[in-house]
């Protein structure tokens, strides 16, 4: 068990800790942000009830609009709000990297937790899979969240609701095509490598651009 553990954990640590090590600037929110780990980690158990529920009640006839819909809007509505409600006003969140790491955080937290179950469940044979797929995919499409709660926040009062809405269907929107081409029959593994590529270029330029933000932020409060 403990290997199996270890085995779950690892890739969300390893994925936190390259978008930690990479803020190299501001005051680092660590215990803020073990505290958003926990929210993800938590969310996991209501979502999967409520999947578990539409699923035994047959709420839904086609698969698709189960798994590309109905999923990827619970995931990433649970992870939006609990950053709505519970980070976006807190103290520590200084500049717009922080967005980052609690966007990654967050989601990092959900996945772990699916991780663990799944891996108890279908054996370590396919963690490999897991770390390459749905670990890294949940890791990026939380800093795309976390990009634009983070612009959102240090935004003028007329743009903040129209990046909060972009922290939720931006993250959604690919999600959905990600869980749109796992259901695509035997040419899932000819889609899903450049999708994936393509994610993690979207997801390192927010990065890139929330780093340079930031940046402009403390230099002009270093100015004042």
Known sequence: MFILLTVAIAPALALFSYF??????????SFTLFQ??????IITFPILFLQYVF???????????????????LEEFFKWFILLIAIFRHAEFNDAYDGILYGASISLGFATVE????LVTFGVDTALVRALLPVSSHALFGVVMGYYIGRA??????????????????PLSLHMMYNGILLVNDMWMYLI?????FLWWFGLTRVKYAHRLTMWQLSGNKKE
């Open 20 to 29: 930690y090590l990479r803020r190299e600037i501001g005051d680092d929110p």
């Open 36 to 41: 958003t780990f926990v929210y993800g980690a």
């Open 55 to 73: 699923h035994e009640e047959a709420l839904f006839t086609s698969d698709v609009f189960q798994q590309v819909v109905f999923t990827s809007t």
């Open 115 to 118: 991780n663990i179950l799944y």
């Open 153 to 170: 926040k240090f935004s003028p009062d007329r743009k903040v609701k129209r990046y909060l809405a972009f922290a939720f269907v931006a």
């Open 193 to 197: 490598v450049p999708f994936m590529l």
